[in-house]
């Protein structure tokens, strides 16, 4: 069994790839979580119900909650990531 890190030829792969790894799902779900969240429920109607003293623009609804849901999975992507990434002690043997 290999780490998710290294691949099959031996040498680790480089951050960047790691975390795109991550970051590319996370930003697709949650565009398609944006576009079903949004296409239900009007940005400006939940202003008004979450914080009526603040005036937003329906643009910065649509920013925030694309942001915040962006960083909800990319939460669980990275979670998932670590939960894939072995321990050093575990060996190949333990898995046989």
């Known amino acids: 069994m290999n780490p998710t ?3 099959a030829t ?3 792969r480089p951050l960047i790839q790691r ?3 991550v ?3 996370s930003f697709f779900a949650a565009g398609v979580a944006a576009a079903v969240f949004f296409s239900i429920v009007d940005p400006l109607a939940l202003a ?7 005036s937003i623009s329906r643009e910065l609804g649509y920013s925030v909650g694309f942001l915040l849901l962006w960083l909800a999975t990319g ?7 670590l939960l ?3 321990r050093a002690e575990d060996s190949d043997e ?3």
Request: net charge neutral; hydrophobic share 40%; glycine share 6%.
């Open 10 to 12: 031996g040498r680790p």
């Open 75 to 81: 939460s669980a992507s990275a979670f998932t990531s």
């Open 48 to 54: 008004r119900i979450s914080f009526p003293s603040y």
């Open 5 to 7: 890190d290294t691949p």
């Open 23 to 25: 970051l590319w799902p």
């Open 84 to 86: 894939l990434h072995p």
């Open 94 to 96: 333990a898995f046989e």
């Open 19 to 21: 975390v795109g790894a």
